[in-house]
């Protein structure tokens, strides 16, 4: 679960990690009142759930209340990838002589924290280790084992941070892992922490992910009023709208709708559509023996996704039974109505019955199945995603 800048800020007051005083606003009025409050030059920070904003136009600097409020206009206008601006956080403009990195995320390999750090901040992380892989310090640690101080000086010191102000950085470094211990956090960064011309260390940006799956143990965050909210960033309509039904969906950017029979096949079916060439529009998963319902539900996410211009299914009858995959396909139809093709395959439990269902339908309605290519088990999974990748692209030209 990712935290917006203004709540990762939050959690970093808390843990003595200095930040900026600041002012969070939900409309162009706000942020005038709140530069009157600082009266100095401001910078004004539009709050999103994702990286490059300030590439997008959605960080932006005033040096008077009615230039904060005209770009304060401007900035709630703004979309930055998919994502509304309706809130911005106005802080100090502070006058900055360097740049440096911290960071804390889970080396998955070799189950252990790593704090990373480096000093060029300001700038992508992974831009800096493809390209100067010598100006990344790593430092891994046991889930179970503190920071020593003299380890935290030693990064502080071999990414450039003064001498005077060693003690501060370091100090920095350690209470930024026992927030990310604290929180379950996933990822935790500092980016950049800034070097002031007046001789201080700043947070000026804070990017917190979270672990869902924890926040029920953190009741303090609502007090912070942070809400829970989907894994990254916000949901879309339709990912709100499978949460209702109770379907695992998530949307992506290609334009072959998956309608899987699980997890397993949602997975390796993407990866299929990857390597014939396609995208897919979605991960999808049915869970374990889904009612008839469940599966026109399915089908519906997809049909009135926009972006998809073919569906590819597969069903592998194990716990869940394929006369029940094809009631529900055929509630769909007989409900809702296909627009675009679709091509999809049935095997294991009950497919001979799955496929007499579809057959019978077939017959008494032709024009139903006109975009409807349906197999048995007679055709491999890999030219099911195949045929789907070429009906993408036909549909496409």
Same mark, same amino acid.
């Given at each position: 679960?990712?935290?917006?800048?203004?709540?990762?800020?939050?959690?970093?007051?808390?843990?003595?990690?200095?930040?900026?005083?600041?002012?969070?606003?939900?409309?162009?009025?706000?942020?005038?009142?709140?530069?009157?409050?600082?009266?100095?030059?401001?910078?004004?920070?539009?709050?999103?759930?994702?990286?490059?904003?300030?590439?997008?136009?959605?960080?932006?600097?005033?040096?008077?209340?009615?230039?904060?409020?005209?770009?304060?206009?401007?900035?709630?206008?703004?979309?930055?990838?998919?994502?509304?601006?309706?809130?911005? !956080? =106005?802080?100090? @403009? %502070?006058? +900055?002589? /360097? #740049?440096?990195?911290?960071?804390?995320?889970?080396?998955?390999?070799?189950?252990?924290?790593?704090?990373?750090?480096?000093?060029?901040?300001?700038?992508?992380?992974?831009?800096?280790?493809?390209?100067?892989?010598?100006?990344?310090?790593?430092?891994?640690?046991?889930?179970?084992?503190?920071?020593?101080?003299?380890?935290?000086? !030693? =990064?502080?010191? @071999? %990414?450039? +941070?003064? /001498? #005077?102000?060693?003690?501060?950085?370091?100090?920095?470094?350690?209470?930024?892992?026992?927030?990310?211990?604290?929180?379950?956090?996933?990822?935790?960064?500092?980016?950049?922490?800034?070097?002031?011309?007046?001789?201080?260390?700043?947070?000026?940006?804070?990017?917190?992910?979270?672990?869902?799956?924890?926040?029920?143990?953190?009741?303090?965050?609502?007090?912070?009023?942070?809400?829970?909210?989907?894994?990254?960033?916000?949901?879309?309509?339709?990912?709100?709208?499978?949460?209702?039904?109770?379907?695992?969906?998530?949307?992506?950017?290609?334009?072959?709708?998956?309608?899987?029979?699980?997890?397993?096949?949602?997975?390796?079916?993407?990866?299929?559509?990857?390597?014939?060439?396609?995208?897919?529009?979605?991960?999808?998963?049915?869970?374990?023996?889904?009612?008839?319902?469940?599966?026109?539900?399915?089908?519906?996410?997809?049909?009135?996704?926009?972006?998809?211009?073919?569906?590819?299914?597969?069903?592998?009858?194990?716990?869940?039974?394929?006369?029940?995959?094809?009631?529900?396909?055929?509630?769909?139809?007989?409900?809702?109505?296909?627009?675009?093709?679709?091509?999809?395959?049935?095997?294991?439990?009950?497919?001979?019955?799955?496929?007499?269902?579809?057959?019978?339908?077939?017959?008494?309605?032709?024009?139903?199945?006109?975009?409807?290519?349906?197999?048995?088990?007679?055709?491999?999974?890999?030219?099911?995603?195949?045929?789907?990748?070429?009906?993408?692209?036909?549909?496409?030209?």
């Amino acid at each position: 679960m990712r935290l917006y800048e203004f709540e990762g800020k939050q959690l970093f007051k808390k843990f003595k990690i200095p930040v900026m005083e600041s002012r969070l606003a939900s409309n162009p009025d706000d942020v005038y009142n709140a530069f009157s409050e600082f009266n100095i030059p401001v910078v004004l920070k539009s709050q999103v759930l994702t990286g490059g904003r300030g590439k997008a136009g959605g960080i932006q600097f005033a040096e008077g209340a009615n230039e904060a409020r005209t770009k304060a206009t401007e900035l709630f206008k703004l979309t930055i990838k998919d994502f509304p601006v309706e809130k911005v !956080l =106005i802080e100090p @403009k %502070i006058e +900055i002589k /360097q #740049e440096y990195y911290i960071g804390i995320t889970i080396d998955r390999a070799k189950y252990k924290l790593v704090v990373i750090a480096s000093g060029e901040g300001g700038v992508d992380i992974e831009e800096t280790a493809e390209k100067s892989p010598d100006k990344i310090v790593k430092f891994p640690i046991s889930i179970n084992e503190d920071l020593y101080t003299f380890d935290a000086l !030693l =990064i502080a010191k @071999k %990414i450039g +941070i003064p /001498q #005077e102000l060693i003690k501060q950085g370091a100090s920095i470094i350690q209470n930024l892992l026992k927030m990310f211990k604290a929180y379950d956090a996933k990822l935790a960064e500092i980016n950049p922490l800034v070097l002031t011309s007046d001789g201080k260390l700043i947070a000026a940006d804070a990017r917190v992910s979270l672990d869902d799956d924890a926040t029920f143990r953190h009741k303090d965050l609502a007090e912070l009023n942070v809400e829970h909210r989907h894994e990254e960033g916000e949901m879309t309509e339709r990912e709100k709208q499978a949460t209702e039904w109770g379907i695992p969906y998530l949307d992506l950017d290609g334009n072959i709708g998956m309608f899987p029979g699980g997890a397993g096949f949602g997975i390796m079916g993407n990866d299929f559509i990857h390597h014939f060439g396609g995208k897919p529009a979605n991960f999808m998963d049915s869970g374990g023996g889904p009612s008839p319902e469940r599966i026109a539900n399915m089908l519906v996410l997809l049909e009135e996704n926009p972006n998809v211009k073919v569906i590819c299914g597969a069903r592998f009858g194990g716990i869940s039974r394929c006369d029940d995959f094809a009631k529900g396909v055929l509630m769909f139809l007989n409900n809702h109505g296909l627009t675009k093709p679709m091509v999809f395959r049935m095997t294991g439990n009950m497919w001979q019955e799955g496929v007499r269902l579809f057959e019978e339908a077939k017959a008494a309605d032709p024009d139903m199945f006109k975009q409807i290519e349906f197999h048995g088990i007679e055709t491999p999974i890999e030219e099911i995603t195949k045929r789907a990748v070429e009906i993408a692209q036909e549909v496409g030209t």
